[in-house]
């Protein structure tokens, strides 16, 4: 496993949880609308998901989400080694971003979020947008030598932030990375196993039925 691969899932990781919690304090700063607040990190995560995307997904998949790796354990993309390294480097991209995006705002470098996220309702929408995420890049990845997944990741994602309850965490790595930071994307330590668990049946709900829609070609 070559370093730079590693270092692009650490790298873009690292500046996608920095990107959603940076905008979220930056939108808590600038308005009171709560609509108008989450307006602001959906479209900041989806223009820095089609950016990461496009700019690695050359070098180490543009995984960033321990969700995504599993898919290319299944799918015999990846070895199970190779995964390891992915997940140690996403998890620490995300810590470290999450890290960054508290000190440019100011505040404590290492929080703890206070905004609990508790409810079948939120786990279920978090299988939904995991199920989800996997889906397209399944279906995408092939079309057109995978020129439209940047787009397409950023559009599920971004779009989902308002159609699900949970907002969208759908990254494992990320959602425990913003445990560490009490803004506005932030989630209570002890509400990320139900959300990480949640997202994780959902990647393999996706998977599934990526194969079976596939199988119907």
Known sequence: M???VIFAEFLGTAILAMAIVGSGIMATNLTKDVGLQLFIVA???FLILAVLIAMLGSISGAHFNPAVTL???INKSISITSAVYYLLAQVAGGFIGVVIANVMFELPAIG???HSKTGSNLLLSEVVATAGLILVISLMSKESAGRYLPLAV???IGSAYFFTPSTTFA???VTFA?????SFAGIEINSVAGFVIAQFIGAVIGIAIARGLKATH
């Open 112 to 114: 703890a979020s206070t």
């Open 43 to 45: 479209f900041t995560t």
């Open 171 to 173: 990254n494992p790595a």
């Open 178 to 182: 913003r445990a560490f930071s009490d």
């Open 71 to 73: 898919m290319a354990v």
């Open 2 to 4: 070559k370093i730079r």
């Open 154 to 156: 950023a559009g599920w």
